[in-house]
Nanobody
Framework: QVQLVESGGGLVQPGGSLRLSCAAS????????MGWYRQAPGKERELVAR???????NYRDSAKGRFTISRDNAKNTVYLQMNSLKPEDTAVYYC?????????WGKGTLVTVSS
């Protein structure tokens, strides 16, 4: 069984930065695809960024150039560095571990971008 625990959310002003972390339990972290998703009120959950076991990444267009996803396999942790935050980035951010056809989710961390 895999457990994912996110941290690092909070209130930040527009233009500010936050770094989210997601710590995973279990032994499959290093061979899994790790992703960050977000869900704003009244909207569907959407992929923000993901990183494959080999280190390659992809991002939604609105995150390119502002967000960076990274992973530390020694710590079973994935990060999302978010810079130049905008009010439209406000959402609950969820960590996802994908291993084959199985998905695991964290409980989410709230990011609020507001002045």
């Amino acid at each position: 069984q895999v457990q994912l625990v996110e941290s690092g959310g909070g209130l930040v002003q527009p233009g500010g930065s936050l770094r989210l972390s997601c710590a995973a339990s279990g032994s499959i972290f290093r061979i899994s695809v790790m992703g960050w998703y977000r869900q704003a009120p009244g909207k569907e959950r959407e992929l923000v960024a993901r990183i494959f076991s080999g280190g390659s990444t992809n991002y939604r267009d609105s995150a390119k150039g502002r967000f960076t996803i990274s992973r530390d396999n020694a710590k079973n942790t994935v990060y999302l560095q978010m810079n130049s935050l905008k009010p439209e980035d406000t959402a609950v951010y969820y960590c996802n571990l994908a291993y084959g056809a199985i998905d695991y989710w964290g409980k989410g961390t709230l990011v609020t971008v507001s002045s």
